[in-house]
């Protein structure tokens, strides 16, 4: 459905165009509407379906601006999200001069106060900061008309329950409300009950909660064979841009300092680092400066980063719900991705969950021999090489050229030539990684572990809200190209070189 089908108006429809979109996803196409009618909405989708202006396109052309109030409230869990949503409402409300501020834990507060003095018409916030000024009195919610409660299996998850019931209770009852959520555990369908009013579900299936545009691969490796086997993938599915994913803390560093060590560009993000960094990091890796982002759960939910072509699931997530947000990451906007998850052989139980979970299957993956990741490297070379061939600016060099062919064969210049650029194999560099324990096997599942239980809501041993705990497609090893810190808690009460460029690609036999 196209966005002029909507009922929006032309301010709106000349941003949506000017932001080079036609058609609406389906998220947007179903709840736009239904917003706009004044129902209470939830909305069901995964991360990267456009859920943003699914909410904000309505509350934009609902402002009133004869209200000098704050009208619209955007709950957010991370800083970074409140960051990003704060900015994708503001480009799309330029036209109709909206003023949109966004207030968050670690930033000066007083600076915030000045801006909500300035009267806003939409506050986007996370709750602990959110809570603050509203008992400072400096944000006040009686004339409250939409309040928006985003990524709401997030704020569960990390324990934001009750500063949003605290936030709720100061805006009027008469408020519409609109919620959205990849996922939808118990507690988030028992909170809808208390905050909305015969609330519409738009709910994508469960057999979408990933996307179809990503294949989702695992490779069974004991814990000390992971990072070569996965090094040895990137030479394989040369990742333009890619996530991996740790369980601790202690994993991300030494992750990173592995890949750095073997010649990636790569950093890390975690709940130990400073909001500073973490946004020094945030900004490198979306304009291509990295090709490598590792991050633990709590660090990376939220974010919203285009054009990560793979997902590296180097530990398997505590709780399937962390599944569908790490690979929600990529095959974003109908462009292909890939995720490869590893998986020590006495966690196969969880892999199986997840597969329930999302209704589909992973694919097993044979790790790459050395011969395969050989070509991959070699193919980096190969591609050198052509692309000088076709520039065709080397005159100068045929004098030397000539020379040496009087001396060396056209086959040993060509294959000098090739070694010399192509990328050393990364294997030979030693990289130790501590060996983490294996997720407790609890049984009540097939194949043994897995979740008992399911999703609880929160997760009971995430070593990065606590410490350094341990803790289809006929693919092969296809490279699609084309195409958070949970935000650091709030409050201070919580956690307060090109992947090579490979174009060797081809199929390679499953497990």
């Known amino acids: 459905m196209k966005f002029k089908e909507l009922g929006l108006d032309h301010d709106l429809l000349k941003a949506i165009t000017r932001a080079g979109f036609e058609e609406a996803t389906p998220i947007q196409a179903e709840t736009i509407p239904l917003a706009l009618a004044g129902k209470d909405v939830i909305g069901q989708a995964q991360t990267g379906t456009g859920k943003t202006a699914a909410f904000g396109l309505p509350v934009l052309q609902d402002i009133d601006f004869a209200d000098r109030a704050v009208q619209t409230l955007v709950i957010s869990p991370t800083r970074e999200l409140a960051i990003q949503t704060q900015e994708e409402l503001y480009k799309l409300g330029r036209d109709k001069k909206v003023k949109v501020t966004a207030v968050y834990g670690g930033a000066d507060i007083r600076r915030q106060i000045r801006q909500l003095s300035d009267r806003p018409q939409i506050v986007v916030g996370t709750p602990g900061r ?99 086997i ?183 210049l060509v294959s000098a030539y090739l070694k010399a650029i192509s990328p050393d194999d990364a294997s030979t560099v030693p990289v130790k990684i501590t060996p983490e324990r294996p997720l407790p096997n609890r049984g009540g599942h097939r194949n043994g572990g897995g979740y008992r239980g399911g999703y609880k809501g929160r997760r009971s041993n995430s070593s990065d809200h606590r410490g350094n705990g341990d803790h289809r497609s006929n693919g092969g090893y296809r490279g699609h190209r084309d195409g958070g810190n949970k935000g650091g808690y709030d409050r201070q009460r919580r956690e307060g070189g090109k992947g090579r460029d490979n174009s060797y690609k081809r199929s390679y036999k499953k497990d």
């Open 230 to 412: 996965m090094t040895r993938l990137f030479d394989v599915q040369a990742p333009d841009l890619a996530l991996i994913f740790g369980r601790t803390k202690r994993r991300v560093d030494e992750l990173t300092r592995g890949l750095k060590a073997r010649g990636y560009k790569a950093e890390g993000i975690h709940g130990d680092l400073t909001q500073q960094k973490r946004m020094s990091v945030l900004r490198q890796f979306k304009a291509g400066e990295l090709d490598f982002l590792v991050a633990t759960d709590v660090a990376a939910r939220g974010l919203d980063i285009q054009n990560v072509t793979h997902v590296y699931n180097y530990d398997i997530p505590q709780d399937p719900d962390s599944y569908v947000h790490r690979i929600g990451r990529t095959g974003r906007a109908g462009k292909s991705g890939v995720s490869v998850t590893f998986v020590v052989p006495n966690e196969i139980g969880y892999l199986r969950t997840i597969e329930d979970l999302t209704k589909k299957r992973m694919m097993p993956l044979k790790p790459p021999t050395a011969q395969e990741a050989f070509l991959g490297q070699i193919s980096t070379g190969l591609s050198t090489v052509k692309e000088q061939v076709e520039a065709d600016d080397f005159d100068k060099y045929e004098p030397m050229a000539e020379s040496l062919l009087e001396e060396y064969t056209p086959l040993q």
């Open 130 to 228: 959110l809570l603050d000024h509203i008992n400072r009195h400096t944000l006040k919610l009686e004339n409250l008309k939409t309040l928006v409660l985003d990524e709401a299996d997030e704020m569960l998850d990390m324990g934001f329950i009750e500063d949003i019931e605290s936030i709720v209770k100061t805006a009027p009852d008469t408020r519409q409300t609109l919620l959205f959520s990849a996922t939808m555990p118990a507690p988030i369908m028992r909170l809808t009950k208390t905050f909305m009013h015969d609330p519409v579900t738009v709910q994508i299936k469960s057999k979408e909660l990933t996307a179809d545009t990503v294949d989702q691969y695992y490779v069974r490796a004991k814990d000390f064979e992971k990072f070569d």
